[in-house]
């Protein structure tokens, strides 16, 4: 009994092992994030209260200042067409990637809507952009907006949410609830994470180089940290009626939905309408999560002639 007993013990010793070894051999977090992985990367970086930020200020100097938000895991390459044609257009376009996401730093810290509120606002002081400015939210990016707008609404001129992941999520998911397990899952989802993002588009085929793009950012130590800190915060859990400052205050809103969108189903538009009946509403046909790239020339016309009205 013995010897069987030590034999299972190794067998299940050896499994461990073996499982171990697996999760490490699937882990693409192998790089440390520093000055040396920086050199030679797009945008430009800027030190913050809690951390180096990457960003992209384009345009004219003396343009209207427009702020686009990214969604929760994409950098802010993601709003590349969009951000030319502002540009183009005369607008001064500050884009930038949240703590954990593209080049930015990856804290140790709670990723909620007070940290990327903060991160905004230090962020546009810093670089001189302390009067009101427009600010337009995709997926994630459009509770972040909502959040800036009704917390500070002297500093919104206008807000445009796109397929705006607001009050998404009522709680966490179990199996990212606990630190160990949420790590593992994560670390074994990190491939499916990456061509996921194909679920966005509804021809996923006309970007062949959406995910090798991706996968650049996932190769740094915290990006895996920072999407879990994040699920457990109130960055998808706050509920679009709660933005109550926002709803009553006059400042003019856009909302943008794709019709095809699996990511945050259409059918979702209804709650975030009814929380925001003020706001000018366009569902845009064929279009998935992101219709400023599938629709770039629809989207384009409706943002520019939305901004230049107020």
Do not use: C
Request: net charge positive.
């Amino acid at each position: 009994m013995k010897r069987r007993a030590v034999i299972v013990l190794l067998v299940l010793l050896g499994l461990v092992l073996i499982g171990v070894a697996f999760v490490i051999a699937r882990d693409p977090e192998r790089k440390t994030l520093d000055a040396a992985a920086r050199a030679g990367t797009p945008g430009k970086y800027v030190r913050l209260s809690d951390g180096i930020t990457q960003y992209d200020l384009t345009g004219p100097s003396d343009g209207r200042p427009i702020v686009l938000l990214s969604g929760a895991t994409v950098p802010f390459y993601i709003w590349d067409s969009t951000a030319t044609a502002l540009a183009a257009a005369g607008f001064r376009v500050l884009r930038y990637n949240y703590y954990g996401r593209g080049l930015s730093d990856r804290p140790n810290l709670r990723y909620d809507l007070a940290t990327y509120d903060r991160q905004l606002i230090e962020l546009l002081a810093t670089l001189g952009l302390r009067a009101a400015v427009d600010v337009a939210g995709l997926s994630m990016g459009g509770a972040i907006a909502a959040n800036f707008a009704d917390q500070h609404p002297e500093r919104a001129r206008t807000v445009t949410l796109v397929d705006p992941g607001i009050g998404t999520m009522r709680d966490t998911p179990l199996p990212l609830r606990v630190r160990g397990i949420a790590d593992f899952v994560m670390t074994l989802g990190a491939s499916a994470m990456a061509t996921g993002q194909r679920d966005d588009f509804v021809h996923p085929d006309r970007y062949p180089d959406w995910v090798p793009r991706y996968r650049v950012q996932m190769q740094y130590k915290g990006f895996r940290r920072s999407m879990l800190e994040t699920s457990r915060h109130d960055v998808f859990k706050r509920p679009a009626a709660s933005f109550t400052t926002l709803a009553a205050s006059r400042i003019p809103m856009l909302l943008l939905w794709g019709k095809s969108d699996r990511t945050v189903p259409f059918a979702q538009s209804d709650t975030v309408r009814a929380a925001f009946p003020h706001a000018e509403f366009h569902a845009i046909e064929g279009a998935a999560h992101l219709p400023h790239i599938e629709q770039a020339a629809v989207v384009d016309s409706i943002l520019l002639r939305f901004l230049r009205a107020h």
